[in-house]
């Protein structure tokens, strides 16, 4: 069974991120029932800013983050939703990225879902593709989903452009699936073990 990781990155507890990381469950269930996956709300659940001390392993940080790298280090891929803030992606998202390496989740395939109130959403993922990736090497798809008046995006679906939206992440879904089966055989790979430039090259 393919294990899917879902990070809701939002900081608001009862988030639209988090409504559309419910969406992306169920959508999982119809279009790749061999995969389970699990959400993480940081809006429910906030991870502390990074600092210092997470290198040194500190108990506190070893607590904080337990949870965090199980997860990661379980799953076959990832959907990683990033919510617009005043033309951002929320801090939140990056801030995951810092605690996620190599070891835990590097060339795993992983989805970028854009979430905006507006008609924004594409400068959060312009900046999770531009930067977060280098040291944990997270690979990310192509194509990604970009979910507009994301407060409306839910059952039954009913306007043109949350049937699009819809469609967007079912596409996105299934691709991850496809990819989530044969990138193990990269991570298993002598090049991949070796990992001669652990910050990037
Ligand atoms: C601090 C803040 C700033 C926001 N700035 C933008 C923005 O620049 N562009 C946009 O499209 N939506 C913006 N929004 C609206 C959010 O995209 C919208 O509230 C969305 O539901 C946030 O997702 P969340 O509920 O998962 O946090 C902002 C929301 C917040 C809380």
Redesign the pocket.
């Known amino acids: 069974m393919d294990n899917t990781l879902i990070l809701?990155?939002?900081?608001?507890k009862?988030?639209?991120?988090?409504?559309?990381a419910d969406v992306c469950q169920e959508r999982i269930k119809i279009f790749s029932a061999d995969t389970q996956a699990t959400t993480f709300d940081f809006?429910e659940n906030p991870l502390p800013m990074w600092n210092e001390e997470v290198w040194n392993e500190s108990p506190q940080w070893q607590q904080d983050l337990a949870p965090l790298r199980e997860a990661a280090e379980a799953c076959d891929s990832l959907i990683v939703?990033v919510?617009?803030?005043?033309?951002?992606v929320?801090p939140m998202a990056k801030n995951v990225m810092l605690f996620l390496t190599t070891e835990l989740i590097g060339h795993k395939p992983a989805v970028l879902v854009g979430?905006?109130?507006?008609?924004?959403?594409s400068?959060p993922i312009a900046e999770m593709r531009m930067s977060g990736y280098k040291n944990n090497r997270i690979l990310w798809l192509p194509d990604h989903t970009i979910i507009?008046s994301?407060?409306d995006f839910k059952a039954p679906f009913e306007s043109a452009r949350q049937k699009e939206s819809l469609e967007h992440l079912d596409h996105s879904i299934k691709m991850l699936s496809e990819y989530a089966k044969v990138l193990p055989a990269v991570r298993s790979s002598q090049a991949f073990i070796n990992q001669p430039f652990p910050f990037g090259m």
């Open positions: 809701s990155c939002s900081h608001r009862n988030s639209v991120s988090k409504q559309v809006g939703i919510p617009e803030y005043a033309g951002m929320a979430i905006s109130a507006g008609i924004g959403g400068y507009r994301a407060g």
